[in-house]
């Protein structure tokens, strides 16, 4: 059973940015590649950044070109800069492996005004 702790998030304005980190327990980031989901309002979690441990990076259309993935220097730790930030990208994002382990953690939130 793993446990994950995403922190970083917090309330800023358009244009700005954030980095947001996780820590994961257990050794599954050394296993599959890594990933950040977030939850938008009333919406579907999605994925929207990977990692892989040969450093290949995937990004959803919505964030390519403002958010980074990348390890910290802990094999257990991923990290997600983001930057020029948008209202549309409000909402509670997490850590996990690509594909998820069963558990979650809290996620952290995001709330990016106008």
């Known amino acids: 059973q793993v446990q994950l702790v995403e922190s970083g998030g917090g309330l800023v304005q358009a244009g700005g940015s954030l980095r947001l980190s996780c820590v994961a327990s257990g050794n599954i980031f050394s296993i599959w590649p890594m990933g950040w989901y977030r939850q938008a309002p009333g919406k579907q979690r999605e994925l929207v950044a990977r990692?892989?441990?040969?450093?290949?990076?995937n990004y959803a259309d919505s964030v390519k070109g403002r958010f980074t993935i990348s390890r910290d220097k802990s094999e257990n730790t991923v990290v997600l800069q983001m930057n020029s930030l948008k209202p549309e990208d409000t909402g509670i994002y997490y850590c996990n492996s690509d594909p998820p382990a069963r558990d979650w953690g809290q996620g952290t939130q995001v709330t990016v005004s106008s």
């Open positions: 990692l892989t441990r040969g450093g290949t990076t």
